[in-house]
């Protein structure tokens, strides 16, 4: 019997027609299964090296800032998601009196769930959206490198430096067909108390079996210049963007 979900396999990583053997998968697909939720735990709870990382954004030519949120441990950061979406106070009296020109875009990078997913992806991403702001002549305040941070911590970050957009770049929640996955979150006017209705995400971005960073760098800065136009970002703010934009 020709059975459709084999086909539908070609286009889809989930784990769909994988077998039978009596009452259970077949050893290959239970140990495939295993594997991905080994990578998915690992990814999840292992550190993310701050020292290598900003060896690399320098390597860029960028100028970039190590701080801290108020979690004190990967565990804790698990526990504790308020804890990820806000400074420490040493981090925070340090932004607080950082001095820079005015600036259209405070960048943030953040492990997330995923530390996996800035180790592999991180710089080359980071790479590629600072080109496209460059060559847009946005201006770009210093990457803040920030381990265990949630999403909004962007908010808190964007309203220190005085920026007009906020943007981080995160590790995505890994899956059992994903443990790698960078996002990219998006949102104007950044100040404490933005809600996630506010903010306009770019995600799934992990080369080659997902977005390309080409394509997700040129979406992002589309999607900055349409919200700095309109004054606004978030579920407002759809996505028109030309296909041939991408080309």
């Not at 210093?142 to 906020?166: H, T």
């Not at 933005?194 to 799934?204: F, K, L, M, P």
């Not at 992990?206 to 992002?220: F, H």
Request: aromatic content about 6%.
């Amino acid at each position: 019997m020709n059975d459709p979900w084999h086909t539908l396999r070609r286009f889809t990583q989930a784990r769909i027609a994988q077998g039978s053997s009596g009452c259970g998968l077949p050893t290959a697909a239970l140990l495939d299964f295993q594997l991905a939720h080994a990578a998915v735990r690992d990814a999840v709870h292992q550190p993310w090296d701050v020292d290598h990382f900003l060896a690399g954004v320098k390597n860029l030519g960028l100028e970039a800032l190590c701080m801290s949120t108020a979690v004190t441990n990967r565990a804790e950061y698990l526990q504790r998601p308020d804890k990820g979406r806000c400074l420490d106070e040493a981090s925070h009296q340090r932004l607080d009196s950082f001095n820079s020109d005015p600036i259209d875009v405070a960048l943030i990078m953040s492990n997330g769930l995923s530390s996996a997913a800035m180790d592999n992806h991180g710089l080359a991403l980071l790479q590629a959206i600072t080109v496209v702001y460059q060559s847009s002549s946005l201006r770009l305040g210093p990457i803040c490198l920030v381990p265990n941070g949630r999403v909004a911590l962007a908010d808190e970050i964007g309203a220190l430096l005085n920026a007009r957009l906020s943007v981080i770049i995160v590790g995505e929640r890994p899956g059992l067909s994903a443990a790698d996955s960078l996002g990219t979150y998006l949102t104007y006017a950044p100040r404490i108390g933005n809600t996630d209705a506010e903010r306009n995400c770019i995600s799934n971005i992990r080369p080659p079996d997902g977005l390309s960073y080409q394509a997700a760098a040129i979406k992002l800065g589309y999607l900055s210049h349409q919200a700095l136009q309109r004054g606004y970002s978030g579920v407002v703010l759809k996505d028109d963007m030309p296909n041939h934009l991408l080309d």
